[in-house]
Structure formats: structure tokens, C-alpha cells
């Protein structure tokens, strides 16, 4: 099988990170399959951007998997729990969705399985980001073994390969990888709480960071936003 001809399975969530992972997997030579999960999230809006990127990126087939975590709740994603606004701080945010990471990258295991893929490309970052613990790479170093061990494809000895090509990027990086991918940062969903208008609230964790990364990057975000950190 030539590179070209290999799938890789994208975890796409609408978000900048996503987008450019996803961005890069095809830069390497990948067939594009991806995985949107419609959890319930209060920013419903990023669906719609997957929906945008997968066609962007020529996603071959792009599935929504609907699994409602509102029946769970703990979070301000996906319960009656106000998005903070006041700035990133050091501890795990109420936007923390418990085990998110953990239920998703097992359902991109399955949707790779039965894509015939040993590759799965998630945008997880482990510097500029919210302090999730299901962001590091001890988590996905963790997983991928727990694949291996709990799969056919795996105990058959074609182990899952996990790629986190933006693990160890800073936001600006991420936004410089952005630029020069050709790819517009509007296409891209990052706010929790959009305003009522429907843009981008500019003052959430994920909205700050964002704006941060692309400020010191010197890269143009072309998302629109309803107001602006001081």
C-alpha cells in the first residue's frame, strides 16, 4: 500500500486545533476519514465548522456520532454551568467534560478499526491550553497501548498509531501552521459560549488562548468576535 493510499482517521471537532491536524495528515500524503461527536456541547456551532473543514480538507467520509454527555453533566459545556470568563486560570476548568478524551479517542478506535486505518490523528495540545488532563502525552502514549491490548487489530500486530502533531506546539505555532496550510482560521470554531448574535464571545478560556496564539504570531483571525480581553 503506497502513502497515498493509506486512512487516516481525524478526531474533528470543528476547533482551530482540529483543523490543522487534520490539515497536516493530509499534507502527509493520507487519505482523510474523519470523526465529529455531537455531545451536547453548548458551542453546537463547531459542528457546523466540521462540517466546513471536512469539506475543505476532502475528508472522503465524515460521520457525527451523536452521544449526548448531557445526561452526565459535571461540566460547563454540558450542563446549567456558567462558561468562566475572568481568564484562564491555573486548575482544571469547570469546562473540563469528564473522561471527553478518553470516550472519544475510543470511538475513533473503533471508527479506524473498521476503516482499516492504523492511524488516528487527534489535535490535543499539551502547552497553550486549559490544563485538561486528557491533553497529555502520558495520556496518549497510555492509550495507544490500551488500543493495542484491546483490539483485534492490535492483538494481531497491527497496533494503532496515535498522532498528536500539535502536542508540544505553543498556540502561536499552531497559528503560524494555520497560515501556512492555507487555511482559514473562520473555518475553525474555538468559543464555548458563543454570544447571542453568533459570533465568537472572545472572553472564554478557548477564545483567549486563541487570540493569545494568533496575536503573538502575527497571524490575522479572521473569526469574528463579539469582544476582545482587555
Known amino acids: 500500500m503506497t502513502a497515498n493510499e493509506k486512512i487516516a482517521v481525524v478526531l474533528l471537532s470543528g476547533g482551530l486545533d482540529s483543523m490543522v491536524t487534520g490539515a497536516l495528515a493530509r499534507e502527509q500524503g493520507f487519505r482523510l476519514h474523519a470523526l465529529s461527536i ?10 457546523e ?7 475543505k480538507l476532502g475528508v472522503e467520509r465524515h460521520v457525527q456520532l451523536p452521544l449526548d454527555l448531557r445526561q ?15 481568564g484562564v486560570g491555573e486548575d482544571i476548568p469547570v469546562t473540563y467534560v469528564p473522561a471527553r478524551n478518553l470516550l472519544f479517542l475510543a ?14 490523528f487527534i489535535g490535543v495540545n499539551a502547552l497553550d491550553y486549559s490544563g ?4 497529555r502525552p502520558e495520556f496518549i502514549a497510555s492509550f495507544a497501548e490500551t488500543a493495542r491490548l484491546g483490539t483485534k487489530q492490535g ?16 498556540k502561536a505555532d499552531i497559528a503560524c501552521e494555520c497560515d501556512r496550510l492555507g487555511l482559514d482560521p473562520a473555518w475553525s470554531w474555538s468559543c464555548y459560549d458563543p454570544a447571542p448574535d ?21 497571524v490575522e483571525d479572521t ?3 463579539a469582544a476582545k480581553p482587555d
Open 38 to 47: 455531537d455531545y451536547g456541547q453548548r458551542h453546537r456551532r463547531e459542528l
Open 49 to 55: 465548522s466540521a462540517s466546513i473543514i471536512a469539506g
Open 72 to 86: 452526565f453533566g459535571a461540566s460547563a459545556l454540558t450542563d446549567d454551568i456558567d462558561v468562566p470568563k475572568s
Open 107 to 120: 470511538l475513533t478506535t473503533a471508527f479506524a478499526e473498521s476503516s482499516a486505518s492504523s492511524d488516528i
Open 132 to 135: 485538561y488532563p486528557d491533553c
Open 155 to 170: 492483538v494481531e500486530g497491527r497496533p494503532f498509531e496515535i498522532h498528536a502533531p500539535l502536542q508540544h506546539m505553543t
Open 198 to 218: 453568533g459570533q465568537a464571545c472572545g472572553l472564554c478560556d478557548s477564545c483567549r488562548l486563541r487570540l493569545k496564539g494568533f496575536a503573538e504570531a502575527g
Open 223 to 225: 473569526t469574528r468576535y
